[in-house]
């Protein structure tokens, strides 16, 4: 990761204790878009690039799903609403637009969106922040070098991918994690008190390492990618201890029980995974047109028993399916992201971070229906002018 891509993720860092942005207070997009370095030459600018990046912003929150709808709604705006974005007199065509969001950096704009989104939540944070790491491939996006794959981090208590990496072409999310797991540390400032959650695809050992020199912890399932760590796992005598945790869910037709064993390991990693403290065994019953079906997962967990039991375990599991369901779902299903033919410079990141904060912002007013939210955003659109101009988080 540049340097500079990481001093705008420290000055974005939250504030120390007793001062304003600390105490809740928030900011507004324009002032927050103002700190992302501008790519062009200052010579014939016409245009703020944070106006430029706002109005993006907020076509894509109510529902622009391509550049060349972000473009028909800047049109659509009358004039006092462009004023209130920064413009004067005349505003951008879709030509400029394009080219001015190809070219910047998706990585600063994470960071800084992401702060942003933030500082507008009011309640405090959990005891312990559970982020969920996960990658998806951009369908329609391809370019010169191959597919577009973005790794991001998502924080599941408000909703926001506090960082998000692209998969360098001809590889996988593995060694994508060292640099993701750096600006979601230099984001927060620490890792003490974070749960990262990921798929057995992260079950790697320099990411156990790498987490731990950090201060946070990781948690993550074992598969048969991990084929001497999954055996070791089923050998333990989960016969002999005790039903930590069950769950019962029913809906859509079915019934689904889950039932978590935990396990204290004797020494830490003495299943031969570095800073392994617990192992957990969560069987899923599920019935459905009379058919019934079971599924054994297991875990491992680099918390001792004292910090998380079986309920915390239970529900970190499931909250590492969050960000499919709550935020990659949601790109293809309500934006059309798979669908949209992204094929320059940083146009693919830099569309999915736009819909990461439409999404996000959408949530942290209370929306549970995303693609009603666009459409009540895109019907009023000086309301949601307004939301996001304020300092204040006032919702539409």
């Not at 430029?52 to 004039?79: E, Q, R």
């Not at 990262?196 to 598969?223: F, M, N, P």
């Amino acid at each position: 990761m540049s340097s500079s891509l990481i001093d705008v993720i420290r000055q974005h860092a939250p504030a120390p204790s007793g001062s304003p942005a600390a105490d809740g207070e928030a900011f507004g997009l324009l002032e927050a878009l103002a700190r992302v370095p501008d790519p062009r030459d200052p010579r014939g600018v016409r245009y703020p690039l944070a106006s430029v990046l706002a109005v993006a912003v907020c076509a894509v929150m109510a529902g622009a799903n391509t550049f060349a709808a972000i473009g028909d709604w800047v049109d659509d705006l009358d004039a006092p609403a462009w004023g209130r974005l920064g413009f004067t007199g005349r505003v951008p065509v879709l030509t400029t637009v394009w080219r001015l969001l190809v070219r910047v950096d998706a990585e600063t704009l994470t960071a800084v969106l992401a702060d942003w989104l933030c500082s507008r939540v009011s309640a405090p944070p959990p005891i312990r922040r559970v982020i969920a790491v996960d990658g998806k491939v951009l369908r329609g996006a391809v370019l010169t070098e191959g597919r577009v794959h973005l790794l991001s981090a998502y924080d599941t208590s408000t909703g926001v991918v506090l960082a998000q990496v692209q998969v360098a072409a001809k590889s996988n999310e593995i060694p994508a994690f060292a640099p993701l797991l750096e600006q979601v540390t230099a984001r927060l400032g620490s890792l003490t008190g974070v749960v990262i959650v990921a798929d057995a695809l992260h079950t790697q050992v320099a990411h156990a390492r790498a987490v731990a020199a950090a201060g946070g912890d990781l948690y993550v399932s074992v598969k048969a990618n991990q084929p001497r760590l999954y055996a070791q796992l089923k050998r333990l005598p989960w016969a002999q201890g005790p039903i930590g945790d069950q769950h019962r869910d029913t809906g859509h037709g079915r019934r689904e029980t889950r039932t978590v064993k935990a396990l204290t390991l004797q020494t830490p990693g003495g299943i031969g995974f570095p800073h392994a403290q617990q192992a957990v065994r969560i069987t899923r019953t599920r019935t459905m047109a009379g058919k019934r079906t079971r599924e054994t997962v297991y875990l491992v967990a680099s918390l001792p028993a004292a910090h998380a039991q079986p309920a915390d375990l239970q529900q970190w599991a499931r909250l590492e399916w969050h960000i499919e369901n709550r935020l990659h779902w949601i790109r293809d299903a309500t934006f059309g992201e798979d669908a949209h033919r992204a094929r320059t410079g940083t146009e693919p990141a830099v569309a999915a971070v736009l819909r990461n904060t439409a999404i996000a912002f959408h949530r942290g007013n209370g929306e549970t229906n995303i693609a009603r939210a666009t459409r009540r955003a895109n019907r009023r659109p000086h309301d949601l002018i307004t939301t996001v101009t304020s300092s204040y988080p006032t919702t539409q």
